[in-house]
């Protein structure tokens, strides 16, 4: 009997071979003469066996989900390649880069310019880019976009999110000078600071080609960006792509792409979408707080 | 290091994606539910991607993903972290686990197959999901994916010790729900008495899940 209690607490090492040469036939030797030993080791034997087969037979992958795996790993390699050497995002510079961001970014450069001498009326900006092959539109309205600009969009703001650029501004004092350069009022969100979110920083970023504040923030080992731009000009909300839930009252608009999450607001003709690789429900949480 | 010696991109995702299957069982068990659980598989195998040069080829990629899943979870769905007060400490595993008669315990298991009686699977999957966290992916990982006590502490940042008690509770408790469904099924009779042996009675308290005030009240005691 006492050999039993030497015996049960190393019945699971023994099973799943984890004993020594030496435990394990001192074991033996006692299952031999032991029926309840042997019981319990056919037992957990047994349960083993069961749950292996249960785990691996509850599950099947169906072939939607595969195809959704495939494109988030092709989306990710793309990624890669777009992003040799790592881009370096940075709006009023002017240094030469690839079409895909100079594009927005000379549309952002030129609205960003105009917004500080007055000189537009926030009307069309033909921008010709270096290679003179991808003229864009400055002020494309994001409400004529069809749901694959809307699919760009969301993965324009995840892949500057991911990207991390150096913020051009890191003190709350020069906060004014990005607000004039997207032309919206911009503040540090004091709601976010409650989770524990410090602030490290803000740039002039294009969103669907119109100057939006970034703005980023360390929050528990995890980081997000806060994008503030024109709701009106950028209805991030009314788009398919990102599905509405409620969170304290108030409408979300929540998506996920490539591993990171995005979470939307509106609040008084502002648009606020925060992107991070924090999961759905904390982007949610985090952008809802925001007033 | 030269770079050949790097998995490439459609390489890595070729191996990868044969593992989708087993990602998305333990993802499954991990999560309890369809939807999160391909988020987490979809998010593990990105993140795999992005930091597949910390990947050597030719070791365990299944072990790998597997590690990167687990902490993706834990991350995202328990950001404080595994519980561990309630768990470790001498008296919180006490060594007998005689719970159930030897003829009960023959009864459950059928030697044909050298698996339970043939419990449904989705009342072991019910047991499963129903363990806490800490418990459930101990026994997933050791019961259904055969990693080693090694890899297990390895991938949930843990003592050996501490897995090998998150397993032996785990499996404890599975034991016992299923005890009870064998009886209701009639495979098992009626206990005439709770431990056929003599040394190995253990109070009923020990088989139920962890109660932080009993779990204090045992400590004070």
């Given amino acids: 009997m006492s050999e039993c209690r030497k015996v049960q607490p190393v019945v699971d090492a023994f099973v799943d071979g984890e004993l020594s040469t030496e435990r394990v036939f001192e074991t033996e030797e006692h299952l031999e003469r032991c029926h309840g030993c042997q019981e319990r080791v056919s037992l957990t034997q047994a349960l083993h066996v069961s749950t292996r087969r249960a785990v691996h037979g509850a599950t099947q992958v169906s072939p939607s989900f595969e195809q959704r795996v495939r494109a988030a790993l092709a989306a990710e390699r793309a990624r890669e390649e777009a992003d040799q050497p790592p881009p370096r995002i940075q709006p009023m510079s002017g240094k030469p880069m690839q079409w895909r961001t100079v594009v927005p970014v000379a549309a952002a450069a030129a609205m960003a310019l105009a917004f500080a001498s007055g000189k537009t009326d926030g009307k069309r900006t033909l921008i010709q880019t270096d290679d003179g092959q991808h003229p864009g539109l400055a002020n494309v309205v994001a409400a004529n976009a069809g749901a694959n600009d809307e699919e760009q969009l969301i993965e324009e703001l995840i892949r500057l999110h991911a990207s991390s650029p150096p913020p051009e501004v890191t003190e709350p004092t020069l906060m004014p000078q990005l607000e004039r350069e997207v032309g919206l009022p911009v503040r540090l969100q004091p709601e976010l600071n409650r989770y524990g979110a410090s602030w490290q920083g803000g740039s002039v970023v294009p969103v669907k080609n119109e100057p939006a504040a970034s703005l980023f923030y360390h929050i528990d080992g995890h980081r997000f960006t806060v994008y503030v731009f024109d709701a009106e000009r950028v209805p991030l909300q009314k788009t398919n792509v990102l599905k509405p839930r409620v969170v304290r009252d108030r409408p979300v608009f929540v998506g996920t792409r490539r591993g990171y999450s995005i979470a939307a607001v509106e609040n008084r003709g502002i648009g606020y979408a925060l992107a991070t690789d924090l999961d759905t429900q904390e982007s949610a949480e985090l952008v809802a707080s925001i007033h | ?221």
């Fill in chain 2, 1 to 221: 290091m030269p770079k050949h010696s790097i998995i490439s991109a459609e390489e890595f995702e070729q191996e990868a994606l044969n593992h989708l299957s087993t990602l998305l069982s333990v993802g499954m068990r991990f999560t309890r539910n369809a939807t999160d659980a391909e988020d987490l598989v979809q998010d593990t195998l990105v993140k795999a991607m992005r930091a597949r040069h910390q990947f050597h080829a030719g070791t365990n990629m299944r072990a790998w993903l597997i590690k990167i899943l687990t902490n993706t979870f834990i991350n995202r769905f328990r950001r404080g972290g595994l519980e561990k007060s309630l768990l470790e400490g001498p008296d919180a595993d006490p060594l007998a686990d005689g719970w159930v008669s030897t003829a009960s315990m023959q009864a459950m298991r059928d030697p044909e197959t050298a698996a339970l009686r043939p419990l449904l699977q989705q009342e072991i999957v019910k047991a499963l999901d129903a363990l806490p966290d800490e418990f459930r992916l101990a026994v997933v990982l050791v019961d259904a994916e055969e990693l080693s006590y090694r890899e297990v502490a390895d991938i949930m940042g843990c003592p050996i010790g501490t897995v090998m008690s998150r397993l032996h509770r785990g499996r404890r408790m599975l034991k016992s729900t299923l005890y009870e469904h064998a009886r209701a099924l009639g495979i098992v009779g009626p206990e005439a008495q709770i431990g056929s042996d003599g040394d190995e009675a253990t109070s009923a308290s020990d088989q139920t899940p962890i109660n932080l005030n009993n779990y204090r009240a045992k400590r004070m005691g």
